[in-house]
């Protein structure tokens, strides 16, 4: 069975930094795009940013561009998401997704496989 674990959530105050991790494990992580997304209460899951499996270009929305950076490693079947500048809104749950498209993926629907999430909070 497929398994993302993420990991690296915390209270953070507004300016600071994060980066969450996701291990993924009994998957083909090289074959796979890695998306991270994130949901606040009372709001849909929205997409944060992806990485392809193919060639490591990366997508990003437009709220986090310029702030966040997603990244992987491959031999460690681990995807990374180094966010800066944190703000406020920046305050969610943030899960990991593997998909099988072979351009990475804005919607959560075409992701496979999904994390249990790690809590991010930004503190004013």
């Known amino acids: 069975q497929v398994q993302l674990v993420e990991s690296g959530g915390r209270l953070v105050q507004a300016g600071g930094s994060l980066r969450l991790s996701c291990a993924a494990s009994r998957l083909t992580f090289s074959a796979y795009s890695m998306g991270w997304f994130r949901q606040a209460p009372g709001k849909e899951r929205e997409f944060v940013a992806a990485?392809?499996?193919?060639?490591?270009?990366?997508k990003y929305a437009d709220s986090v561009k310029g702030r966040f950076t997603i990244s992987r490693d491959n031999a460690k079947n681990t995807v990374y998401l180094q966010m800066n500048g944190l703000k406020p809104e920046d305050t969610a749950v943030y899960y990991c997704?593997?998909?099988?498209?072979?351009?990475?993926?804005?919607?959560?629907?075409?992701?496979?496989?999904w994390g249990q999430g790690t809590q991010v909070t930004v503190s004013s």
């Open positions: 997704a593997a998909g099988s498209t072979l351009i990475p993926g804005t919607r959560v629907g075409e992701y496979n496989y």
């Open positions: 990485i392809s499996w193919r060639d490591g270009s990366t």
